[in-house]
């Protein structure tokens, strides 16, 4: 099982990544999707196992693949702790103005930045939520309820209807078949929800 991270280890990783990146005379754009994007941007989610980001170069950078190496192996995460594999569940819907927010750069001490960092509107992130509907799996289920459930909270959605449309409007072939997010939606225990989840939090 991989390794679990917190929220400072992640930003901690994005420095070396960034402060890398400018020693190397470039500059990485990244947006970040999952648990990681949530564990940055929110106040209900505080571990990850690995940092689904947009589509990477194909071969890596020398200096990326490196770095991602060196990182990994110093905190004993995995292999593919940071992976662009979440690329073919992305919405070509999505604009990345309209529906990404800036996070931040790095590295964070005032050094000239080499990585830029943005996560997905709340709206979009609750859409690749839905669109995963990951609640019935016995290792992940919990967290992506809470998830989709603060994620509603956030956007102002309370019902499956609403919820779907909003499916839909990001992915529409998935919208028009959404038997099991209707379902799970319906018969989803509401505790443990943050009391006032925010995102950006």
Known sequence: MATAFDREALLAAFDTIGRAAAQAGAKLHIAVYGGSALMLASNFRLA????????????????????????????????????DGVVFHLSP???????????G?????????????????????????????RILDPARGESERLDILNLM??????G?????????????????????????????SPEGAVDAPKYPG
């Open 93 to 103: 819907l999505a604009d990345q103005a309209a529906d990404h927010l800036e996070f």
């Open 48 to 83: 990850t196992e690995d940092v689904d980001v947009s589509e990477l170069p194909k071969p890596l950078p020398e200096w990326l693949a490196k770095t991602l190496g060196d990182i990994g192996r110093e905190n004993g995460w995995s292999d593919d702790w940071f992976n």
């Open 153 to 158: 909270k956030v956007v102002g959605v309370s």
């Open 105 to 133: 750069t790095f590295p964070r001490d005032g050094s000239p930045p080499g990585l830029v960092v943005s996560v997905p509107s709340a709206e979009y992130m609750l859409a690749l939520k839905l669109k995963a509907a």
């Open 160 to 188: 499956a209807d609403d919820a779907i449309a909003l499916l839909r409007r990001y992915f529409p072939a998935s919208g028009a078949s959404a038997e099991k997010q209707r379902f799970l939606l319906k018969h989803m």
